[in-house]
RNA sequence: GAUCCCGUAGCUCAGCUGGAUAGAGCAUCAGCCUUCUAAGCUGAGGGCCAUUGGUUCGAAUCCAAUCGGGGUCACCA
């Protein structure tokens, strides 16, 4: 159990046996005690002094007073000011902490809960490479898969490929116009990359015949719609859609340049899926529920044909769901996909890990959803983070103003590689060590400075700004870890040995704040929140570097004190290790 | 127009299920490596918590309005 909870169960028995009132552990809070203040953990009085009618004052007393008697093991001394009862935990309750967990690597973790909980992230296009603002779903998905399984769900990740409809085209007619039967291996690009250089080509050269259309005097929306090339794809999709071979081959061969390319940057950066649905496959998914709902009368259908569901008494508006043509809209799929789900893994809970502009839409997802009585529709979460932006604003893919995956993550690389030479600490590494120590900083750099901030927050990447390798970021973490090793490859620690009976302010800010673990885990899945990790493994982490400053292990004041210090530095690794695990951050045992 | 999100140090962000004197990192300045890895540590400066009103013993935190920034409200996905 959780110190907070222990608190409060004794604070409630406490008032009970005092006072005859029932408590509950909303009632009043528990907080660490401020550093400021004498105490290690604090109970705000103010709640509880109407209903048992007492003065701050005496109330602290009596409540002091029957806790220090009675829970010796827990509490040994108290004090009160202005209505702050604050306690001295029992030194001994730390030791018990420490020895019972130190070696511990599952610390914080539950056990299997028998809950089945899916989570949907990346989830690309088929016409382009990876850029920041899928790396942030990607480790936001991955991480929050993580969090989940150590709070004792079973985890399936899934991936939902985008890889038809007229985006799709667009760079299948580009690369029949320009490319000249060119590939991947015959420009010796990577597929993503190539493909999505036709994709650029296609706009630039939208964008040239719209603009001799409006010079001929054209209006611009016409001008649009008369594009020769827009023209083209226009008829290439409905080719596709009529399963034409010649489009469905080249369909084929370009995405599947596609896949060879996310293959490897999904690789690179650790991502990886127990599902993968393509929307080719699921985007006729839904019509049969759209004829459900029509017999429910949840739907209503519309003099021209076109079918809807009014949503105006939930304060949206009216939603169409199929259109005159009696082809489905993104929406249906989304509801036929999310049934699909349910009756193939029979999950309790769905989460989406989607951008903020599709809010909208994964409310009325959910909405209907509960409405058709999809199971579990109440356990539909979307996962909703803001965008990368670069200062200049929003990328484009379409005008090439991205930031690259594959190239952001080699940045890092680079940077690693740089940072650790001028260092010069690992100069006996073999080259095979070296690349894998320069991956692991450079993509947990990256990987932390995405997931650091709220995910609801959009953020701003200044390509002109490199990345942090100081200070709150993911190589100081691991930094902290490297030396934790190397003081425990130097220092035997023999287990059994007997152990210091108390603390310094140090050593007891740092087992106190290892004890907050489980809670902070709790809280990130609660929130499905992974910078709630972040900057609790960063506080780990700086709290024992300023204990290693102050305070020498190797050389510690008796034997007993260094075996203390010693579980501490195991117990702080391990924390590091796991924490670090969540956000789908590796540590190096040397850097 | 409707609706959602954001606004905290020069910059990037914590804190938001109300509690004591609002915290980190970067940047700036001053110290600290003949002792366990200095990607480090210690200290200094830097704040009308967007504004106004309300609720409360107590508000950065809750409520309302206003101002600023962004998203969404497509027979697009």
Same mark, same amino acid.
């Given at each position: 159990?959780?110190?907070?909870?222990?608190?409060?169960?004794?604070?409630?028995?406490?008032?009970?046996?005092?006072?005859?009132? +029932?408590?509950?552990?909303?009632?009043?809070?528990?907080?660490?005690?401020?550093?400021?203040?004498?105490?290690?953990?604090?109970?705000?009085?103010?709640?509880? !002094?109407?209903?048992?009618?007492?003065?701050?004052?005496?109330?602290?007393?009596?409540?002091?007073?029957?806790?220090?008697?009675?829970?010796?093991?827990?509490?040994?001394?108290?004090?009160?000011?202005?209505?702050?009862?604050?306690?001295?935990?029992?030194?001994?309750?730390?030791?018990?902490?420490?020895?019972?967990?130190?070696?511990?690597?599952?610390?914080?973790?539950?056990?299997?809960?028998?809950?089945?909980?899916?989570?949907?992230?990346?989830?690309?296009?088929?016409?382009?490479? !990876?850029?920041?603002?899928?790396?942030?779903?990607?480790?936001?998905? @991955?991480?929050?898969?993580?969090?989940?399984?150590?709070?004792?769900?079973?985890?399936?990740?899934?991936?939902?490929?985008?890889?038809?409809?007229?985006?799709?085209?667009?760079? %299948?007619?580009? @690369?029949?116009?320009?490319?000249?039967?060119?590939?991947?291996?015959?420009?010796?690009?990577?597929?993503?990359?190539?493909?999505?250089?036709?994709?650029?080509?296609?706009?630039?050269?939208?964008?040239?015949?719209?603009?001799?259309?409006?010079?001929?005097?054209?209006?611009?929306?016409?001008?649009?719609?008369?594009?020769?090339? %827009?023209?083209?794809?226009?008829? %290439?999709?409905?080719?596709?859609?009529?399963?034409?071979?010649?489009?469905?081959?080249?369909?084929?061969?370009?995405?599947?340049?596609?896949?060879?390319?996310?293959?490897?940057?999904?690789?690179?950066?650790?991502?990886?899926?127990?599902?993968?649905?393509?929307?080719?496959?699921?985007?006729? !998914?839904?019509?049969?529920?759209? $004829?459900?709902?029509?017999?429910?009368?949840?739907?209503?259908?519309?003099?021209?044909?076109?079918? @809807?569901?009014?949503?105006?008494?939930?304060?949206?508006?009216?939603?169409?769901?199929?259109?005159?043509?009696?082809?489905?809209?993104?929406?249906?799929?989304?509801?036929?996909?999310?049934?699909?789900?349910?009756?193939?893994?029979?999950?309790?809970?769905?989460?989406?890990?989607?951008?903020?502009?599709?809010?909208?839409?994964?409310?009325?997802?959910?909405?209907? +959803? $509960?409405?058709?009585?999809?199971?579990?529709?109440?356990?539909?979460?979307?996962?909703?983070?803001?965008?990368?932006?670069?200062?200049?604003?929003?990328?484009?893919?379409?005008?090439?103003?991205?930031?690259?995956?594959?190239?952001?993550?080699?940045?890092?690389?680079?940077?690693?590689?740089?940072?650790?030479? +001028?260092?010069?600490?690992?100069?006996?590494?073999?080259?095979?060590?070296?690349?894998?120590?320069?991956?692991?900083?450079?993509?947990?750099?990256?990987?932390?400075?995405?997931?650091?901030?709220?995910?609801?927050?959009?953020?701003?990447?200044?390509?002109?700004?490199?990345?942090?390798?100081?200070?709150?970021?993911?190589?100081?973490?691991?930094?902290?870890?490297?030396?934790?090793?190397?003081?425990?490859?130097?220092?035997?620690?023999?287990?059994?040995?007997?152990?210091?009976?108390?603390?310094?302010?140090?050593?007891?800010?740092?087992?106190?704040?290892?004890?907050?673990?489980?809670?902070?885990?709790?809280?990130?899945?609660?929130?499905?929140?992974?910078?709630?990790?972040?900057?609790?493994?960063?506080?780990?982490?700086?709290?024992?570097?300023?204990?290693?400053?102050?305070?020498?292990?190797?050389?510690?004041?008796?034997?007993?004190?260094?075996?203390?210090?010693?579980?501490?530095?195991?117990?702080?690794?391990?924390?590091?290790?796991?924490?670090?695990? !969540?956000?789908?951050?590796?540590?190096?045992?040397?850097?």
């Amino acid at each position: 159990m959780q110190i907070v909870q222990n608190i409060h169960q004794a604070v409630i028995k406490s008032l009970f046996t005092i006072y005859n009132l +029932a408590f509950t552990e909303k009632d009043f809070q528990v907080n660490k005690t401020k550093p400021e203040f004498e105490g290690d953990y604090t109970v705000v009085l103010f709640s509880l !002094l109407k209903t048992t009618g007492t003065s701050a004052d005496k109330l602290g007393q009596e409540l002091g007073a029957d806790l220090v008697k009675n829970n010796p093991e827990l509490f040994t001394r108290f004090n009160i000011i202005k209505g702050f009862l604050n306690f001295h935990i029992a030194d001994s309750f730390w030791i018990a902490l420490l020895q019972n967990n130190y070696n511990d690597i599952c610390y914080g973790k539950k056990p299997l809960n028998g809950k089945k909980v899916m989570v949907e992230y990346s989830s690309p296009n088929t016409n382009k490479p !990876l850029h920041l603002g899928h790396l942030r779903n990607n480790f936001l998905g @991955w991480s929050v898969a993580e969090i989940l399984k150590a709070s004792g769900f079973q985890v399936v990740k899934s991936c939902v490929v985008n890889d038809r409809g007229i985006h799709i085209c667009k760079s %299948m007619v580009a @690369w029949q116009l320009f490319a000249n039967d060119a590939t991947p291996q015959s420009t010796h690009m990577k597929g993503d990359h190539f493909v999505g250089d036709y994709y650029v080509k296609f706009n630039d050269e939208y964008k040239k015949e719209v603009k001799e259309l409006t010079d001929q005097g054209i209006p611009p929306a016409e001008a649009e719609k008369q594009a020769p090339i %827009m023209i083209a794809t226009q008829e %290439m999709l409905q080719d596709w859609e009529a399963g034409k071979p010649g489009v469905i081959n080249l369909w084929n061969k370009m995405n599947g340049w596609v896949y060879e390319g996310f293959d490897v940057t999904y690789k690179t950066i650790g991502s990886d899926f127990d599902e993968t649905y393509y929307e080719s496959q699921t985007y006729l !998914l839904g019509k049969d529920i759209v $004829q459900q709902g029509i017999d429910k009368k949840i739907f209503f259908t519309k003099h021209d044909g076109s079918v @809807w569901i009014d949503l105006t008494a939930e304060g949206l508006d009216e939603k169409l769901v199929l259109r005159k043509d009696g082809t489905s809209v993104y929406i249906t799929q989304d509801i036929g996909l999310a049934k699909q789900k349910y009756e193939e893994y029979k999950i309790d809970q769905s989460i989406y890990v989607i951008g903020d502009e599709q809010n909208y839409h994964m409310k009325v997802l959910k909405l209907i +959803a $509960q409405k058709m009585g999809v199971p579990a529709a109440d356990d539909i979460h979307h996962l909703s983070y803001g965008m990368v932006e670069l200062p200049t604003g929003k990328m484009k893919s379409r005008e090439g103003t991205v930031v690259d995956a594959d190239d952001i993550v080699a940045e890092m690389e680079k940077e690693a590689e740089e940072k650790t030479a +001028a260092l010069g600490k690992v100069k006996d590494f073999t080259a095979e060590e070296l690349k894998h120590l320069f991956h692991t900083i450079g993509l947990g750099a990256l990987k932390f400075f995405l997931l650091r901030v709220d995910p609801k927050k959009r953020m701003v990447f200044n390509p002109e700004e490199s990345i942090d390798f100081h200070g709150f970021t993911g190589p100081f973490i691991q930094f902290n870890y490297a030396r934790i090793k190397s003081i425990l490859r130097k220092n035997e620690l023999v287990p059994g040995k007997k152990v210091a009976p108390d603390f310094l302010p140090l050593e007891k800010e740092l087992i106190i704040l290892l004890e907050q673990f489980e809670a902070v885990i709790e809280q990130a899945c609660a929130e499905l929140n992974p910078s709630a990790i972040a900057i609790y493994v960063f506080t780990v982490a700086k709290t024992f570097s300023s204990f290693y400053t102050e305070h020498s292990i190797a050389n510690a004041e008796t034997a007993e004190k260094k075996q203390l210090r010693l579980q501490l530095s195991v117990m702080t690794a391990n924390v590091i290790k796991s924490g670090m695990q !969540l956000l789908g951050i590796d540590v190096p045992e040397r850097m």
